[in-house]
């Protein structure tokens, strides 16, 4: 019997499955035929999970494995939280109708939830993985690293793949991860965020419990993590709603583009702009990476 999870009114499966459809690269979850796939790692047990659109709710089921109660709850609340489905969005769209272009954002992505990271590690990894290269690099060189260094199922003759745990990342070499290139300082800094999770407490449940700013210093003085990548995970994965990486290049190019500007904006118009958006800087942000799809 599946899980059902009910859905809120301002909620779009087809942009959600659009927005993790974005790369044939991507490893840790699988789209096929209006299903997604997902492999989660839930009292000490490799589940499989299968989400569908069911109309008013979300269909879950775990097709590898029988699950008990507390691992039908875990699945719950991994999805709920992945695709941000707690989140009122409503004041978002009424924020939006006061600007000429967030009203055809918010139009062109009606009901996009913020597809983030459950998981601190993933997340600032990615991020890592990222810094400073383009998107497709990216997706090839995390791919390697997952394949090598996560742990995995085969189902029905195909590979599904989980995100290796901090105690297995410390343990690697920064040559171990050159070999995937990695570069020297992309890889130190991967050993230190792992570090800073496995042995300096650094965990989810803290950041939220701080300020925005006290978490993001918190972030910054793990060395590696700067603004950027301090403010991609804190949107993404803490979930601060003000929190935006105001360096980011998809950023640029979806305002440059929405905003039909010459060149991509100033860092004084980036800062006003957040300013102006406040605590709906996040979804923003999210939206005007979605619009980039469009031009793919």
Known sequence: MGITIKIPKEFSFKAGYRFLDRSDKECLHRVNEGKVYKLLLID?????????????????????????NAQT???????????????????????CKKDKMLKKLSDDHHGLRMIGFPDLLECLVWAI???????????????????????????????????PDAESVSQLTVEALKELKFSRQKA??????????????????????????????????????????????????????????????????????QLKLEAKPSKVVLKQLAEKWAIHSGYVCFYLWSSLLNNN
């Not at 999970?49 to 089921?61: C, P």
């Not at 991994?78 to 004041?91: A, F, G, N, Q, S």
């Open 44 to 68: 000490g047990e490799l589940l499989l999970i299968q989400i569908e659109d069911s109309g008013d709710a979300l269909t879950v089921n775990c097709i590898n494995k029988k699950v008990n």
């Open 73 to 95: 709850k875990a699945i719950k609340s991994y999805v709920i939280e992945w695709w941000d489905l707690d989140y009122y969005l409503k004041p978002f769209y009424r924020f």
């Open 129 to 163: 993985i990222g810094q400073q290269i383009n998107l497709n690099f990216a997706y090839i060189i995390k791919r390697r690293f997952v394949e090598k260094y996560g742990i995995s199922i085969v189902h029905q003759g195909q590979s599904y793949f989980h995100f």
């Open 188 to 257: 130190n800094y991967t050993l230190n965020v792992a570090n800073a999770i496995l042995h300096e407490g650094l965990n989810k449940n803290a950041l939220k419990e701080m300020g925005y700013a006290e978490a993001k210093a918190t972030l910054k003085n793990i060395k590696g993590v700067g603004d950027w990548t301090a403010d991609y995970a804190l949107m993404k994965c803490i979930r601060y709603p003000n929190a935006i990486p105001l360096g980011d290049v998809g950023l640029h190019n979806a305002l440059k583009a």
